[in-house]
C-alpha cells in the first residue's frame, strides 16, 4: 500500500511540474505578445521584408496562444502555431544565423522545444481540458 501511495504523489508531482511549464511558456509568449502590438512591432516586420498586416495575428497568437497554455485547452493547437511562430522567429527574423549572442535564437529555439513537448504530451491533468471531459480529445 506505500508504495502506491508514493507512486501516486510521484504523478502528481509530475502533473503539477508540466503545468509550470505549460506556464512558463504561456507566460513568455505573452510578455513577448504583448509589446507586438505597439505600431513600431509593424515597421520592424516591414524592415525584415514581411508584410505589416502580420503584426496583429503574431500579436494575437502569442497573447491568445499563451494564455490557452497557461489554462490548458486546446493546448495542442496552440503549441503548433507557436512552433510554427518560432520556426519563423528563427529562420526569418533570427536568419539562424548564431545561437548565442546578440540576435542569438537560443530563447526561440528552447520555446519551440517546449512547445513541441506540450503538443506530444497533451495538456497534462492540471488544465481545463481534463477537468472538462466533454472537450474531445484532439482539441486537447
Known amino acids: 500500500m506505500a508504495?502506491?501511495?508514493?507512486?501516486?504523489?510521484?504523478?502528481?508531482?509530475?502533473?503539477?511540474?508540466?503545468?509550470?511549464?505549460?506556464?512558463?511558456?504561456?507566460?513568455?509568449?505573452?510578455?513577448?505578445?504583448?509589446?507586438?502590438?505597439?505600431?513600431?512591432f509593424s515597421g520592424f516586420l516591414s524592415s525584415i521584408g514581411m508584410p505589416p498586416e502580420a503584426q496583429?495575428?503574431?500579436?494575437?497568437?502569442?497573447?491568445?496562444?499563451?494564455?490557452?497554455?497557461?489554462?490548458?485547452?486546446?493546448s495542442r493547437i496552440s503549441a503548433a502555431m507557436l512552433s510554427m511562430n518560432m520556426i519563423g522567429a528563427i529562420f526569418v527574423v533570427r536568419e539562424a544565423s548564431s545561437l548565442t549572442g546578440d540576435g542569438g535564437y537560443e530563447l526561440d529555439l528552447i520555446l519551440l522545444a517546449a512547445c513541441l513537448v506540450i503538443i506530444v504530451a497533451g495538456p497534462g491533468k492540471v488544465s481545463i481540458s481534463h477537468v472538462v471531459k466533454k472537450i474531445p480529445r484532439f482539441l486537447h
Not at 11 to 29: C, M, Q, T
Open 56 to 74: 496583429i495575428p503574431i500579436a494575437l497568437l502569442e497573447i491568445v496562444g499563451g494564455t490557452v497554455l497557461i489554462v490548458g485547452v486546446l
Open 3 to 40: 508504495t502506491n501511495a508514493g507512486l501516486s504523489s510521484k504523478y502528481k508531482l509530475n502533473d503539477i511540474a508540466f503545468w509550470g511549464l505549460r506556464a512558463a511558456v504561456g507566460v513568455i509568449f505573452i510578455a513577448h505578445g504583448i509589446p507586438k502590438l505597439n505600431p513600431g
